[in-house]
């Protein structure tokens, strides 16, 4: 991995914002009863540093033709993107208390009529599929814009995700750039124990694309891999980020429980806001 200069204190500074993001979306999933913490606290440092580094965005004109788009394939992370999108200036914050909420915009899993969102999504597969129409797009209409899809590893047992891939390579899509959230749990268990999938670099590898291996929770290998990715000259960059289900939370860590579950109690909650600097 090609080496960047960046200055610790703005590591620092994004690790800050992730950290907020985590404890926005524990305060959201236990005010509403409902959601899905887990994986919205393992990408969180990724999407921290796709909105407040990487990518061409301005929340006063969310509709830029020009601007970079972003895909939550793993709708259903949406406190973690809801929190995000609030942090960086879309909307206000003081809308996230009314997450999952009647007639609240912040709907369960994301969609278009928030601003910010470029795609409904939530039926896992589509998502890729959205983001290949669009980075096809951006070259039909000479634009330069990149297009960052992340998707989840239990949404890799989707076809769509490797018809996806394919049309990806075909097209050389060299704007177009793909990250797993690689952290291992799904709905009902361990990935590994629900459908196998083995060899995912080699696998992708083998469908023609670029692919990265990261630590999803580094934000120096993070920033270095997006920076490789929108560099690629022929061809679209697939990203594995490792990272862990409920990260920062000890009792949530690689615990399935809390894919789609908030705190089970006043002591979790609080024991999740405390671990995570919030209280």
Known sequence: MQQLSIPDDEISRYAEIARQVRINSIKMVYAASSGHPGGSLSAADILTVLYFR???????EPDDPDRDRFILSKGHASPGMYSVLSLRGFFPQDLLKDFRRLNSK?????????????????????GLGVGVGMALAARLDKKDYHVFVMIGDGELEEGN???????????RLNNLIVILDRNGVQLDGKTEDV???????AMVKSFGWNVIEIDGHDIRQIIV????????????????AHTVKGKGVSYMEGNYKYHGSPPASEQEYHQALKELGGE
């Open 195 to 201: 459908m196998p999938l083995h060899d995912i670099p």
């Open 225 to 240: 891999a997006l920076e490789q990715a929108k560099s690629s000259k022929d061809l679209p960059t697939f990203i594995v």
């Open 161 to 171: 995700i490797w018809e996806s891939l394919m049309a990806g390579y075909k097209f």
């Open 54 to 60: 990487e990518m061409n965005i301005d929340p006063v």
């Open 106 to 126: 912040l709907e369960g899993h994301v969609h278009k009529g928030v601003p910010g969102i470029e795609s409904s999504t939530g039926s896992l597969g589509q």
